[in-house]
């Protein structure tokens, strides 16, 4: 048993796909390989990645050492380094700091999606970190000295490093969201601000179910929905705010692994 393979320091991985392209936020349009881990403290009444959040799937979810995460990302990407994202559930219960540490090593750049309930110093190894902390519609209730010890997280990295690019990334389904993702923005002012709508046709939770025909996808209703949140957006001269739409869903829907 290497220092890699032990129980405490393996990761527990729900999938690992890729290379597509990154098809939300700050990094939209780029070729990534997502890693995406299993387990999630929160539980968000649209989530649309329970297979990774709800226990029933636990079985699937392998743990696996940093050095086979990277065996399987160098094999998926031919070993041409790209920016591999840390998903989940949530990506910040899982000890990923050697898998950073490693791919750095081979080329690989590292971004990490959480909701910001979960501070590691290891953040300040990231190239992106995005926070997502979640508004009313998600029935989840933010921690908010939580949510800012992520960011002193990753900013207290060694003075060599600037450390990542922090942005927020949030999910609005309607007005109450809406407003909650201006008190964020309020809040973080520094940091650029992502405006996702939400999509109300998610995944739903079965294991015998084919994900793409589990339930149709309304994607002329999430397109209404982004019509109405970039109307608003720009009705509050909120000029900060970037307002994109979930990429992969738009091309493949509900399809998982892509
Ligand atoms: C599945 S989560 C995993 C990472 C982390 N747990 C989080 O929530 O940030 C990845 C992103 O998908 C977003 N998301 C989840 N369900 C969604 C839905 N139904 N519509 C739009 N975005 C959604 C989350 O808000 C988050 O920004
Ligand atoms: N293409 C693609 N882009 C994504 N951006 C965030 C994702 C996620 O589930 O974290 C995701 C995903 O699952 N697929
Ligand atoms: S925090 Fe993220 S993974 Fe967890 S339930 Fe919410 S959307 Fe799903
Ligand atoms: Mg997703």
Known sequence: MTAHTRPETLIRISEIFGPTIQGEGALIGKPTVFVRTGGCDYRCAWCDTLHAVDSSHRDEWEPMSAEAILARV??????IPLTVSLSGGNPAIQPLDTLIELGNRAGYEFCLETQGSIARDWFARLNVLTLSPKPPSSGMETDWSELRHCITAARS?????????IVLK???????????????????????????????????LSKDVPDADAQPLDMAG????MRWLVERTLRDGWHGATVLPQLHTLLWGNLRGI
């Open 222 to 225: 999430i397109l209404d929905r």
């Open 170 to 204: 949030m999910v609005v389904f309607d007005e109450q969201d809406y407003l909650f993702a201006r008190k964020v923005a309020t809040l973080y002012p520094d940091l650029p601000v992502y405006l996702q709508p939400g999509n109300h046709t998610p995944p739903p």
């Open 74 to 79: 160098r094999q998926l990407s031919d070993g």
């Open 157 to 165: 990295g060694d003075t060599r490093s600037r450390g990542p690019l």
